[in-house]
């Protein structure tokens, strides 16, 4: 922006976030700019905050503002019971769903060997020391479903079956409230191949 | 989020962003979770540039990162033609257009009784005295085609008038690459009305 380097800083800063592009990092700037010094500031400490305290919980990987997350320091959880999933965000979303009572294993990602991302990139190895523990009794493979997600899911399959009798994954089918006529080919095929008695 | 304030106060303080809702707010900082401490420190920094470095040019209100905006340092600009515009942005959308070499007057926003917005708490005062400095003999009304950006539109001819004889405002009509099919009736009523010989 001519003659404002640093509005040109923040709007480069913001629009590299995912969904945020320069239109709307510049309406963010100028929303900031109007709200004088007292909104910039709350921002600029939140994300202190967020620097400062957030990391990784030491036992599972999920977002944690101290050694263990919350999930790791709740003693009610099924601890012979554990999920893998790519993400702290994808943790979130089972619980959100309310049913599982175990523990996780966040893997920090998914394989993607054209991004770059091998097995060493991703937390497999305290996956395995945490098996080799042998409290866990059942593995649920929670990945995405997405070509890479699969590989990933079928990477900690080998993993995990020398430890872990039972080994399980998120069922594929149809989505709650979705019409057939709309659902793509791959979900109603997966649906069908995986159809329960009624 | 469980256990985790400061990503909660991050959020709050994201979704306070006008287009921001609290799902995008939550990737957002996700986004800067993945990415180590660099990309949270580049937005921090950011921000801090933007809260100690950006202000008001002290001739036109105009964002400036010292004491006179670049329009106002611009000594090729006309400052016998002023144009009155509401915002900052405003004047970054005429100076898109590409056509004005005047030089600009930021109100600060627009008249809106309902919500508190009333003539001194916008740059009304500091308008006057260019005025009676004599230098200026056009001013182009700008504001918002909007219920508010027209009452505002009136106070600023009544302020203007007592000092300039040639008082303009941008035409309304049709907008470019528009359908009359698709547009609206009041600015068709404004295109017929302000109808020019061709």
Redesign the interface.
């Known amino acids: 922006?001519?003659?404002?380097?640093?509005?040109d800083?923040?709007i480069?800063?913001?629009s590299?976030?995912?969904?945020?592009g320069p239109k709307?990092a510049?309406?963010?700037?100028?929303?900031?700019?109007?709200g004088e010094?007292k909104?910039?500031?709350?921002?600029?400490h939140?994300?202190?905050?967020?620097?400062d305290?957030?990391g990784c919980c030491r036992v599972c990987h999920n977002?944690?503002?101290g050694e263990r997350?919350?999930v790791c320091?709740d003693h009610s959880r099924d601890d012979t019971l554990l999920c893998v999933v790519e993400?702290?965000?994808d943790l979130?979303a089972m619980?959100r769903a309310g049913l599982y009572r175990g523990v996780y294993h966040v893997l920090g990602g998914r394989l993607n060997p054209l991004e770059g991302v091998e097995p060493e990139h991703l937390s497999f190895a305290s996956l395995q020391r945490r098996l080799e523990a042998g409290v866990i009794k059942e593995v649920v493979i929670a990945t995405n479903p997405t070509v890479e997600g699969e590989a990933t899911a079928h990477y900690i399959s080998q993993i995990v079956t020398p430890y872990i009798d039972r080994v399980t994954r998120l069922a594929y089918g149809l989505p709650m409230g979705g019409e057939l006529e709309y659902l793509d080919e791959s979900t109603l095929y997966q649906a069908l191949a995986g159809r329960r008695s009624f």
């Open positions: 922006m001519k003659g404002l380097p640093s509005v800083r923040a480069r800063a913001l590299r976030f995912p969904g945020v709307s510049q309406r963010m700037i100028f929303h900031l700019l109007r010094d909104r910039a500031d709350e921002l600029i939140a994300l202190e905050g967020l620097r305290q957030v977002l944690a503002e997350c919350w320091e993400e702290s965000v979130m619980e």
